[in-house]
């Protein structure tokens, strides 16, 4: 099969710089995010209508990339678009049974038997998103994780708790087990970064209209990583004496803010701890930082502490990852999404696409970097560090009930725990 390149028809061309793309890869102009952060000073200065019609093209930009295609990975379906002909032919055909192009077969299937049933790394992805393309890398990396059997077996619980949450939590027909709290960890700016859920109010709620006790945990929204877990470690060791089992919810800044605190307490202080969710955790930091796209928020926020994002820098993350031991009798579950070039919101895409340069990312955090060895991983396709796909309030009340089913019945035949 000839694999030919896809070309946007886009006229206004001094919004962004064309990049060209080897092995039949489609323009996806990472030049477009590049030049918003870079030109995002200016055009404020040149007054609102500038920036919105900057922001205007850059949405319309959006729709036109990629290619078509429909196609499922593990439980999940998706129309969307991608960056490539292979990448179109792996979601569309490959994953489908469909094997039409001998070649490109044989490709795809010495990646797998390389692979060896393992869970690619940055440097692998990295890899293979050079050698077919970003979207591939990305799809292969759920399809992966979907392979694991302790995954697949949550993800149908999820499923399942998720049908029945989007019909039964609004009609206020859930109610969950008083036996357990949850204690919520909010991540980075979110006093200042509300709009986007950074507060993490709407989970709250949620928990909380389902009939779980929730705590939340005031951290310093733009101090460090170290320093915060120092608060999070208190907010655990006070909850060891409600008589409750503990449920940790964390997300992006928060979770390596959670693993460093599980780190530090003793046995004793952690025994009450039963779960930790890990949503969308940046548990080795982002390259963002080391590319020094993050000043860019203080147009917006004001001042940062710098302690703050010089704590989530890769080479300090990776170092601090490193050091995690989470105790054993904790389950740990990881929750991201897998984006492609055609579903990234407008809010993670102007990060999205410099962060392609590394692999799969989901506009903040490369993909890999999002999980903790040992645990489960429940990935949301098409989603990206946003989680705009669904309704929030419905997939966290689906999350509490599956987590809480599966520590209720670890041996039960669907049903059972990571060590599995």
Same mark, same amino acid.
Request: glycine share 6%; proline share 5%; net charge positive.
């Given at each position: 099969?000839?694999?030919?390149?896809?070309?946007?028809?886009?006229?206004?061309?001094?919004?962004?710089?064309?990049?060209?793309?080897?092995?039949?890869?489609?323009?996806?102009?990472?030049?477009?995010?590049?030049?918003?952060?870079?030109?995002?000073?200016?055009?404020?200065?040149?007054?609102?209508?500038?920036?919105?019609?900057?922001?205007?093209?850059?949405?319309?930009?959006?729709?036109?990339?990629?290619?078509?295609?429909?196609?499922?990975?593990?439980?999940?379906?998706?129309?969307?678009?991608?960056?490539?002909?292979?990448?179109?032919?792996?979601?569309?055909?490959?994953?489908?049974?469909?094997?039409?192009?001998?070649?490109?077969?044989?490709?795809? !299937?010495?990646?797998?038997?390389?692979?060896?049933?393992?869970?690619?790394?940055?440097?692998?992805?990295?890899?293979?998103?050079?050698?077919?393309?970003?979207?591939?890398?990305?799809?292969?990396?759920?399809?992966?994780?979907?392979?694991?059997?302790?995954?697949?077996?949550?993800?149908?619980?999820?499923?399942?708790?998720?049908?029945?949450?989007?019909?039964?939590?609004?009609?206020?027909?859930?109610?969950?087990?008083?036996?357990?709290?949850?204690?919520?960890?909010?991540?980075?700016?979110?006093?200042?970064?509300?709009?986007?859920?950074?507060?993490?109010?709407?989970?709250?709620?949620?928990?909380?209209?389902?009939?779980?006790?929730?705590?939340?945990? !005031?951290?310093?929204?733009?101090?460090?990583?170290?320093?915060?877990?120092?608060?999070?470690?208190?907010?655990?060791?006070?909850?060891?004496?409600?008589?409750?089992?503990?449920?940790?919810?964390?997300?992006?800044?928060?979770?390596?803010?959670?693993?460093?605190?599980?780190?530090?307490?003793?046995?004793?202080?952690?025994?009450?701890?039963?779960?930790?969710?890990?949503?969308?955790?940046?548990?080795?930091?982002?390259?963002?930082?080391?590319?020094?796209?993050?000043?860019?928020?203080?147009?917006?926020?004001?001042?940062?502490?710098?302690?703050?994002?010089?704590?989530?820098?890769?080479?300090?993350?990776?170092?601090?990852?490193?050091?995690?031991?989470?105790?054993?009798?904790?389950?740990?579950?990881?929750?991201?999404?897998?984006?492609?070039?055609?579903?990234?919101?407008?809010?993670?895409?102007?990060?999205?696409?410099?962060?392609?340069?590394?692999?799969?990312?989901?506009?903040?955090?490369?993909?890999?970097?999002?999980?903790?060895?040992?645990?489960?991983?429940?990935?949301?396709?098409?989603?990206?560090?946003?989680?705009?796909?669904?309704?929030?309030?419905?997939?966290?009340?689906?999350?509490?009930?599956?987590?809480?089913?599966?520590? !209720?019945?670890?041996?039960? !035949?669907?049903?059972?725990?990571?060590?599995?």
């Amino acid at each position: 099969m000839a694999y030919k390149k896809y070309n946007c028809n886009w006229q206004a061309a001094w919004v962004f710089r064309r990049n060209k793309q080897p092995r039949g890869k489609v323009n996806t102009v990472k030049g477009v995010a590049l030049s918003v952060f870079a030109f995002r000073k200016q055009s404020i200065s040149y007054g609102s209508a500038g920036l919105i019609t900057l922001l205007f093209a850059v949405l319309l930009l959006a729709a036109c990339a990629g290619l078509p295609v429909r196609g499922s990975v593990g439980m999940q379906s998706i129309e969307t678009r991608v960056d490539s002909e292979v990448a179109r032919y792996y979601l569309g055909s490959y994953l489908a049974g469909e094997r039409r192009d001998a070649a490109l077969d044989e490709r795809i !299937e010495r990646v797998y038997q390389n692979a060896n049933g393992s869970l690619p790394d940055r440097y692998e992805l990295k890899h293979l998103s050079d050698e077919f393309s970003v979207d591939f890398a990305a799809l292969y990396l759920a399809d992966q994780i979907a392979h694991i059997s302790v995954n697949r077996r949550f993800r149908r619980a999820f499923d399942e708790a998720y049908e029945y949450a989007r019909k039964a939590f609004p009609e206020g027909r859930v109610s969950l087990s008083s036996e357990y709290e949850v204690l919520v960890v909010p991540t980075y700016l979110y006093k200042r970064f509300f709009s986007v859920g950074a507060d993490m109010a709407v989970p709250r709620a949620a928990l909380k209209k389902a009939g779980l006790t929730c705590h939340f945990v !005031e951290t310093q929204d733009d101090g460090a990583v170290e320093a915060n877990a120092d608060i999070v470690a208190a907010a655990i060791r006070a909850r060891a004496q409600s008589g409750r089992r503990l449920i940790i919810l964390s997300a992006s800044k928060s979770g390596p803010e959670v693993a460093l605190a599980l780190t530090k307490l003793v046995p004793a202080e952690a025994r009450h701890v039963a779960a930790w969710i890990n949503a969308m955790g940046a548990l080795q930091g982002t390259p963002l930082l080391d590319d020094r796209l993050f000043p860019d928020l203080e147009i917006f926020m004001g001042k940062v502490d710098v302690a703050g994002t010089e704590s989530m820098a890769t080479l300090r993350s990776r170092r601090r990852f490193d050091s995690f031991r989470i105790p054993e009798h904790v389950l740990v579950v990881n929750y991201f999404g897998v984006p492609v070039v055609g579903s990234v919101s407008f809010l993670a895409r102007t990060s999205y696409f410099p962060l392609r340069k590394y692999g799969p990312n989901d506009g903040t955090v490369l993909l890999p970097d999002m999980i903790f060895p040992g645990g489960v991983t429940l990935t949301e396709l098409g989603s990206d560090h946003f989680m705009r796909r669904r309704p929030l309030d419905i997939v966290t009340v689906a999350l509490a009930i599956t987590v809480i089913d599966w520590l !209720e019945h670890p041996d039960s !035949e669907l049903v059972q725990g990571p060590g599995s």
